[in-house]
């Protein structure tokens, strides 16, 4: 068995949200799988996991959208799939909050609002905070409840959020929930290291 991918998953993959990812893939000098974008996911759980493998490097951005879908639909079932593969370590997801109604949410570890603070509050579609429980709610989130993922960061629209996370402007929104997750990855991994050691 070869070694195993580190991935981020990403609960958008509109034009806008692809743009962002593959630029911010660059800047963290990871790589995206650009197919996986799309409305809903226009790819399989098995064809993204074969993407997966053949990119060079970590960490690999990775999209998954249900296009509004209420109920369990592709992006979700791909999603699934990757998450829960042997082959797979999923640092942490950006779960992407929508205006999609009559869903679960779920439970976030924090938020990032629209001027790049770190909230412990759900947010909106906008990066806004909003009351309430810690949850964000969108079309492509309800599967994460029923999967174990060690970080799950909530956020607005990627690339938008009122223009605060523009391209434009190098979508800092977007880039610094990126980097909050590989850093926890870099010191989860850094403690099994000690603990290994021992």
Excluded at 89 to 111: H, P, Y
Excluded at 181 to 189: K, R, S, Y
Aim: hydrophobic share 35%; glycine share 12%.
């Amino acid at each position: 068995m070869g070694r195993k991918r580190k991935v981020i998953l990403i609960t958008d993959g509109d034009v806008i949200a692809k743009t962002v990812i593959e630029e911010t893939a660059k800047k963290i000098g990871g790589r995206c799988i650009s197919l996986s974008a799309g409305n809903p996911t226009p790819f399989s759980g098995e064809e993204i996991l074969e993407m997966i493998k053949q990119t060079p490097k970590d960490p690999v951005l990775v999209m998954f959208d249900d296009n509004g879908h209420r109920y369990k639909g592709d992006g979700e079932k791909a999603l699934e799939y990757i998450a829960n593969h042997p082959d797979i370590t999923v640092l942490g997801v950006l779960a992407v909050a929508s205006n999609t109604t009559n869903v679960n949410g779920v439970k976030v570890d924090f938020s990032i609002d629209r001027n790049g603070r770190i909230t412990r509050s759900g947010v909106n579609k906008d990066g806004d905070k909003v009351g309430g429980p810690l949850r964000i709610y969108g079309d492509t989130v309800d599967v994460l409840n029923r999967l174990e993922i060690p970080l799950v960061i909530g956020i607005g629209d990627i690339g938008k959020m009122g223009g605060k996370d523009s391209i434009k402007k190098g979508s800092p929104i977007t880039y610094k929930a990126i980097k909050l997750i590989m850093e926890w990855g870099e010191q989860h991994e850094e403690k099994n290291e000690v603990t290994r050691k021992k």
